[in-house]
């Protein structure tokens, strides 16, 4: 379902100060060189701007005097375009390369800080919010840095120069023209200040907006079974709406601003002519003169309505990159010591709770896991067993550290696990999760994905051993047919044993399956029951199942419930003790004999 995955945007905070953009500053370091060069072209063309206002005027005063000096005229001032025109395009150049080399800085740093987050974090926002700060705020950011922050620069210096060469031609004009700028500077503070809330909100607003997008269409086939797509659309359409709103009052505010900036502007600029236009006729200066100030003014006055409008996008830009060092500043609850401990390799594969207590931060009236204490000797295989939440799965979670328990510890060959780089050790783990995670890719692709450097022949050997190979080789263009999105074109016992093979071809020491079977028929189920006895061997492998006909054949059955281990041993051993596990397999295998 569509829903907003934060708090209320009234809640949430905003951009106080184009301050925020300082958190640019280690992605812009590094490419100095670049900017230098960037801001010389700048310099330069606004330099050749400025002189070409008295070209003019010596060309229009020129009529007056001879033909060759004339032609002289005409000829400086077409060299000073063609100045003009080089200088532009090297400016463009170096600014948009600038920009687009600092932006996907950015973007591989925000994906590579969020990757390696623990599932805490993925509980606090929504996928499709991080990727819209990736892409969205990314592109403002770039719209700014590549263009308008360069414009600002060039408008800046064109203000200024501008300025200086007015007071030059006239000072009483100029005079006159500096009267209007107190009347324009107010409503950009006034409107600017209202415009950096606006800009945010509606940043948030296109979030939360993708989010949705993004959570509706990977449940579409969910949606679409419970015939919720009028729901759905609804609600997105709600969300967009309220974006459309929010850019639609941003919209707003900039015209409105932008419409009594240049009415000021240019409304002076005109009084300031037919002051001039007077001036003329007294003779108290030239047409060249009175024309070289127009031209200026008018630069002038176009410099400044467009730091107004550039100034509502450098705001959206500091909006924006609050948002982006939101993500790279993140805190996460589980992370690598400053200095971890080397784990020796290759890993026996010995795994150790040690009175591990844990709460998940969604339910934390509810113990996950309490008191826990179990040893897994190295080669053994351990299924895990107990009614769903007794906290099977959550045992699986900790052995790979998505969580840290909030008392005891877990250990892998000794090692507390909060001590080793997570990296390090989870190279020595393999898994086949109950949901399995495939690639948009080819099978080949996929299969490698537990092991990127195996060769064809691996991968292919992994599959047999997983029991894919016949199914993989029927398929159009067999290892190398692209599976679609999520394995759309995949069943699900399919999915599964690709995952299985994933695991098979990583050939890890410790090897993790939760509920591996689970999606698969009884035939398939035997086949793959086969290969990951044969898997098994000389292997830590510990076995989620529900279905106890898979794990009869481990070396010890662990019984969960409530969180707690209320016994373990054989299968055997478990049916002639009673209690839970005799209660399960009598209901199971009765009922299987029955059906």
Known sequence: ???????PLEDRPTTKRIGA????????????????????????????????????????????????????YFFAALLITALLALG???????????????????RKAVFARVIGMSPAFFERILTGEIISRITTDTTLILSVIGSSVSVALRNLLILVGGMGMLLFTSAKLTGLVLLIVPAVVVPIIVLGRRLRVLSRENQDWIASSSGSASEALLSAQTVQAFTH????????AEVTEQSFTSAQRRITTRAIMTVIVIFLVFGGVVGVLWEGASD?????????????????????????????????????????????????AAEDNVSDPTHPVPLPMPAQGAISFEGVTFHYPSRPETSALDGIDLAIRPGE?????????????????????????????????????????????????????????????SA?????????????????????????????????????TYVGERGVMLSGGQKQRIAIARAILRDAP?????????????????????????????????????????????????VFDEGRIVAQGTHDELVAEGGLYADLAKLQFTDGMMN
């Open 1 to 7: 379902m569509a829903r907003r995955p934060q708090a």
């Open 21 to 72: 953009l300082r958190g640019l500053g280690p992605f812009l370091r590094p490419y100095r060189g670049l900017a230098l060069a960037a801001f010389a072209a700048l310099v330069l063309t606004a330099s050749i701007s400025l002189i070409l206002p008295i070209a003019v005027r010596r060309v229009v005063d020129g009529f007056q005097q001879g033909a060759e000096l004339l032609d002289e």
């Open 88 to 106: 532009t395009g090297a400016r463009y150049y170096l600014v948009t390369r600038f920009g687009e080399r600092v932006v996907a800085d950015i």
């Open 229 to 236: 797509e009028p729901q759905t659309r609804a609600a997105f």
């Open 280 to 328: 003329v006729r007294a003779g108290a200066m030239t047409v060249g003169e009175l024309v070289q100030f127009v031209i200026y003014a008018v630069m002038v006055a176009g410099s400044v309505g467009a730091l107004s409008e550039i100034w509502g996008e450098i705001q959206r830009a500091a909006g924006a990159t609050e948002r982006l060092v939101e993500l790279l």
């Open 381 to 441: 295989t351990v299924a895990l067993v107990g009614p769903s939440g007794a906290g099977k799965t959550t045992v699986i979670q900790l052995i790979q550290r998505f969580w840290d328990p909030e008392q005891g510890r877990v250990t892998l060959d000794g090692y507390d696990l909060k001590t080793l780089a997570r990296h390090d050790f989870r190279h020595a783990i393999a898994l086949v999760p109950q949901d399995p995670v495939i690639f948009a890719a």
């Open 444 to 480: 080949r692709d996929n299969i490698r994905f537990g092991r990127p450097e195996a060769s064809d022949a691996e991968v292919e050997e992994a599959a047999r051993a997983a029991h894919a190979y016949e199914f993989l080789m029927a398929l159009p263009q067999g290892f190398d």
């Open 510 to 558: 410790v090897l993790l399956l939760d509920e591996a079977t689970s999606a698969l028929d009884a035939a398939s189920e035997r086949e793959v029951q086969s290969a990951v006895e044969r898997l098994a061997v000389g292997r830590t492998t510990i076995i989620v199942a529900h279905r106890l006909a898979t794990v009869k054949k481990a070396d010890r059955i662990v």
